[in-house]
């Protein structure tokens, strides 16, 4: 008789047997050991059906082609940029995926994206050797000014994202902050008032320390209506 040993957003560690029985399936994170399904890493548990997978608790970014991502530029190239992505990899940005201008060999390239810049960039390959190109030709995609940055773990932000992007509107709607959440971990927002910012960096800190305990969004949004003495609606609840 087939039997589940681990409960839903249980931590567990490698080795950790979560179920026994042929009647589950193993997913992302685990692996069969004859009638076993143990964990291959530190992770919380997830099932869906008769799948059970692990939601990673630690790691760095891995690229995906499609992810936007928020990165800077750490040098800048004869073809174009190369972009830090909080990752083990960096990305190339080529001139013809910066702009539409026609930009003429020898050009000062600062005059687009400099040292340092931060920019908004969505991951367009990823070759097998890792080689990775993004590009900032697309809705929403561009060099970010002012503002704030701050990193986060990569594996948290589905849950600072939310269903369907509740958690996040519910730190705009109370801070009245504009916020891009990039799948690398990293965040960029900004804010008229200052202590509307540090309430939002706040918030995002504290969903990435709780983000394992559940009922997270009740208790975000009572921090939010306490903290700023608003009424805030979420479309998800008890996520």
Known sequence: MSKLLAKEKDIVVPGECLAEGMDYLPGNGTYREGDKILASQLGLVSVDGRAIKLIAVSGKYLPKRGDTIIGYVKEILMSGWMIETNSAYHAMLGMKEATSDFIPKGADLTQYFNFGDYIVCKITNVTSQKLVDVT??????????????????????PRII?????MVSMIKQATDCKIIVGQNGIIWLQGEDPKMELLAVETIKKIEKESHISGLTDRI??????????????SVSGE
């Open 221 to 234: 949004k009572e921090h939010l209506e306490k903290a700023t003495g608003k009424k805030i609606t979420s």
């Open 136 to 157: 900032v030709r697309g809705p929403g995609l561009r060099k970010l000014k002012d503002g704030r940055i701050i990193t986060v773990n990569t594996n948290k932000v």
């Open 162 to 166: 939310g269903k369907k992007g509740s």
